[in-house]
């Protein structure tokens, strides 16, 4: 049994049409659960786009609790997995069959993330490292030069080149393919404190604390990411506030299992 949970806020109408297109195409899925954080019912109409769908209009507390809601449903239902989607992804009805087959023959896998590519064909890199604070920083604030590039090549893992199976210990929240089991034996859900931005590195880190968080690049999908951080100066200040949350929770500067788990994935990617 597969369900999958989409969170809405002011969504376009083609973004979501086409990400549930996707979903009912793969002829895959056993439910779907919509969670509108929008301020109106004008996005209601999606609960009659498919008798798969349960739609669930809720106060925005976050994207994270929001995702929690369906979860927990997800569990209490039986799921075996559960798949968190970004409307702004779209993908081949063979994808989630491909995730499915390998999850299902690897039972210590706790989370999948196929190759992500943006409309164009070109590959995002959202593998990465456990980010330290001067990783966001370089990321985000300095110019390009060499040793900036040096440095975000190594953090998104660069020199794995994307082309093999790998257990990285931070992966992107777009599409979040995971295993109910694993989830319902360790009590992992989303931190209800990250309004925005890094409730993904956090609930992706405690994953790969007791299971293996895969990269699978056998498959993939498009994300049409709109990087709004960059865009907006209030997604910005989010941004921000969520960083300072996730290093207070697990550490600005010693963070001895951030260390132990970034040389366990440079190792892999060394010893190939």
Sequence with gaps: MITTSIVLYKTPRNQIETVLKSVLDSNFVDKIYIIDNSPTDE??????????IEYIPHKNTGYGSSH????????????????????????????????????????????????VVYPNGELQYLCKLLPTPSDLIFRRFLP??????????RY??????????????????????????????????FDDRFFMYFEDFDLMRRIHKVSKTIFYPNV????????????????LIQHIKSAIKYFNKWGWIFDKERNEMNKRILDEIQNR
């Design 156 to 189: 998104v893992l660069k020199q794995s080149g994307y082309d093999k199976i790998m257990n990285p210990p931070c992966l992107s929240g777009c599409f979040m393919f995971l295993n109910c089991k694993i989830l319902k034996e360790h009590n992992l859900y």
């Design 68 to 115: 929690n809601i369906a979860i927990k449903k997800s569990i209490e239902v039986g799921a075996d997995y559960h798949i968190v989607l970004n409307p702004d992804i779209r993908f081949e009805p063979n994808v989630l069959l491909e995730l499915t087959n390998y999850m299902s023959e690897n039972l210590d896998v706790g989370y999948i993330l196929p190759k």
């Design 220 to 235: 993939s999908i498009i994300h049409d990411h709109a990087k709004e951080s960059y865009k907006s100066k209030k997604m």
């Design 144 to 153: 390009k030069t060499k040793k900036t590039e040096e440095k975000n090549d």
């Design 43 to 52: 996005l209601s109409y999606v609960k009659d786009i498919s008798p798969l």
